[in-house]
């Protein structure tokens, strides 16, 4: 069966220094990988998504940024982080199928 | 563009009673999938249930059910016999069929379970 992996599960960091959250998926092949952000009392906003390794498209122009290395690891990265970057991050796959989106444990980043 | 609008921000039900949460949604395209997701306390987002706009049969999985009405663009969540452990905030969300990858989610619904 497929699993997904968030880290860390927990993250607290100052302004302006650097992030590296890190997604993997277990058990399938060639899989669509999605980054979200859930900000406190919201839902959830589409941040990149990926259709293959080294394809990466955004939907948000901001200080993020996505990286897919390899086939079943998604990568979530900034420079410079900000005070609006805290917040609920999840990590979602989607299989051959192509309809349904499966989501990993999620991140809590403060950024203070 | 899609939107997703649940207009209960909060429900609450006592438990073994039915619940039915609302969705309401626009779109211009025919051929689309309905989704709800149940995210508990953790906040890992949980799939309850889906549905295809194709399908005319409404999506049914054990004490989870929907009422999907194409033309009115609504997709209604019925939880029979509810158990604390249903106590969460559910999202509807849509995607399209051919168009672009993205899940629109609405804003959320809390349900809380009272013993």
């Known amino acids: 069966s497929q699993t997904i992996h968030q880290w860390p599960a927990t993250l607290v960091q100052p302004v302006g220094s650097p992030l590296s959250l890190e997604c993997t998926v277990e058990?399938?092949?060639?899989?669509?990988l999605y980054w979200y952000r859930q900000a406190a009392g919201r839902g959830l906003q589409l941040l990149f998504y990926?259709?293959?390794?080294?394809?990466i498209s955004s939907e948000v122009p901001q200080n993020l940024s996505a990286s897919r290395p390899q086939d079943r690891q998604f990568i979530l990265s900034s420079k410079k982080l900000l005070l609006s970057d805290s917040g609920f991050y999840l990590c979602?796959?989607?299989?051959?199928?192509?309809?349904?989106?499966?989501f990993g444990p999620g991140t809590r980043l403060l950024v203070l | 563009a899609q939107t997703v609008t649940q207009s209960q921000p909060e429900m609450s039900v006592q438990e073994a009673e039915t619940v039915t949460l609302s969705c309401t949604y626009d779109?211009?395209?025919?051929?689309?999938?309905l989704f709800w997701y149940k995210q508990p306390p953790s906040r890992q987002m949980i799939l309850v249930i889906r549905?295809?706009?194709?399908?005319?049969q409404n999506a049914t999985e054990n004490r989870f059910s929907v009422n999907f009405q194409k033309a009115a663009k609504s997709f209604s969540l019925k939880i029979s016999d509810s158990q604390l452990g249903d106590a969460a905030m559910y999202f509807c969300a849509y995607r399209s069929a051919v168009y672009n990858y993205k899940l629109t989610f609405g804003k959320g619904t809390l349900l809380t379970v009272n013993p």
């Open positions: 990926s259709v293959g390794i080294g394809q």
């Open positions: 979602a796959w989607e299989g051959s199928g192509r309809e349904t989106q499966y």
């Open positions: 779109t211009s395209e025919s051929d689309y999938y």
């Open positions: 549905q295809e706009a194709y399908k005319q």
């Open positions: 058990g399938t092949s060639n899989p669509n």
